[in-house]
């Protein structure tokens, strides 16, 4: 019970209540008012929801500023810069499952509002073993430096082409498991029909919504094997950890639309994650080394190098049409 307490106390009770009252306002906004009837999103909606979601994000990130001071309010909004950055990533691979399952764009949203309930747990479970492993193990910290370095040269020298879904591991044991419905049924995850193995009774049947909603779930978490440890370099507090962690992924559903509306336009994009992730990786094991970079300066190299790729992508592909 210590151990728990020292790992998910470190801040007052009351402000997880007041964290977590926030995200279940904003899930009960999304699903029964903005999700109320099905209906497909556009850039410009997309723009403006997503301007919600980094306004509540950075006026949470002012509370934490007056309640717990400045070091670690630049900590949650660096926290919150890297994730929200290296979740973009998150955008390709989504548009490619929506893409192969053929899943209608007024249909999309619903699965990746659900996907956050998921999200809120999965991400919950990697951060407390992160904080477990840390507090308990601070030689850990070696580990993910080196890993956050390894990854950023791999994905500097790496062309990552085009993956194919028809090969995916995990959604051929779902179509030899499970029993899977060939089309789109509206809105629905799971539906009765007769059982195909010939009995007389209903049997359930998953619609490509659900399939959809496992496999975005799965990248989400393959993604946060990147975007933890790259956040517990910048911070090892719990707190800040999850909540700029969350209030990240909240955000970047709603700006699913209108980045996969522009992604041919973000091709050297990764190319500044990467380099995030080797600055990330080398400020950890600097500081395993008695060197600490400041947390503005993280903060600023940071977004300038998220700024840098951007603006380079932006710059390079003008003029460019959507393939």
Known sequence: MDFF???FWNAPIWAWCLFFGIVVVLMVFDLGVLNKTDHEIGIAESLWLSAFYISVALIFGGWVWYEFGQ?????????FLVEKSLSMDNVFVFA???????????????????????????????????????SQFSWILWFFGAFLLFTGVKMLFTDEGATDMDKNPLLN??????????????????????????SNKLVWFATPLFVALVLVNVADIIFAVDSVPAIFAITQDPFIVYTSN?????????????????????????????LVLVFIG???????????I??????????????????YSMYRTRGQAAV
Do not use: C, S
Request: charged share 15%; proline share 4%.
């Open 173 to 198: 044991w779902m179509r030899k498991h499970m029993n899977l419905t060939p089309k789109i049924e509206g809105n629905k995850f799971w539906i009765k029909g007769p059982d195909p193995k010939g």
């Open 294 to 311: 400041p947390a503005v300066i993280a903060l600023t190299v940071t977004f300038g190098l998220i700024a840098g790729g951007i603006f």
């Open 71 to 79: 070091q670690k309010a630049i900590e949650y909004y660096t926290g």
């Open 246 to 274: 969350i209030f990240a992924i909240l955000g970047l559903r709603a700006l699913y639309f209108a980045l996969a509306a522009m992604i041919h336009r973000f091709h050297y994009l990764k190319y500044a994650l990467a």
């Open 282 to 292: 080398a400020k950890i094991i600097l500081m395993m080394l008695g060197i600490k």
């Open 96 to 134: 490619l499952i929506f893409g192969f399952l053929g899943i209608p764009r007024i249909y999309q949203y619903r699965v990746l509002v659900w996907g956050i309930l998921a999200a809120l747990v999965l991400r919950g479970i990697f951060i407390g073993l992160g904080a477990a492993l840390v």
């Open 5 to 7: 307490n020292n790992v």
